[in-house]
């Protein structure tokens, strides 16, 4: 269901871009951090806290839960990762510079995630949210189904 025809170069440019988005941001994307985001980055498909974890430990045995969220939290406070609320689960970002409008495809037989993004959905939500008596700060839609390629 990706739209990624080489895997390897979707990841590079992923890693690329992250290191960029940190550096804009004037923080420190550290080499936990990164080996997270390679962690994640491995497929197209979510990855879940807890197996996380476990790819981590086997890189350094000494790794803990809150080694792992920690990480998390700052991948997703950056925009490089989204969580994917109804999987419990996270995703590499694609689009980190249009982070806070993005809808996801998830494909119940592949398990692979496409990320889109469109201002469109803040338009949409925020027309529709009562005016002024709630204003969205993210929104984030997750759309389930079966790709076409599993079709």
């Not at 700052?74 to 980190?96: D, R, T, W």
Request: some cysteine.
């Amino acid at each position: 269901m990706s739209l990624c025809k080489n895997h390897k170069t979707c990841t590079n440019e992923a890693l690329k871009n992250a290191k960029m988005v940190c550096k804009k941001k004037g923080v420190k994307l550290t080499k936990l951090r990164e080996t997270v985001l390679k962690l994640i980055w491995k497929s197209h498909s979510y990855v879940k806290a807890y197996d996380l974890l476990e790819d981590l430990q086997r890189i350094d045995n000494s790794a803990k839960p809150p080694t792992v969220y920690r990480s998390l939290d700052f991948l997703m406070e950056h925009g490089l990762i989204h969580k994917i609320q109804s999987l419990n689960a996270y995703v590499g970002c694609s689009h980190p510079d249009a982070y806070d409008s993005c809808y996801f495809l998830i494909c119940n037989e592949c398990q692979n995630i496409e990320e889109h993004c469109s201002i469109n959905i803040n338009d949409i939500v925020k027309n529709n949210s009562g005016g002024k008596s709630f204003l969205p700060n993210q929104v984030t839609l997750e759309i389930s189904g079966v790709c076409g390629e599993c079709t």
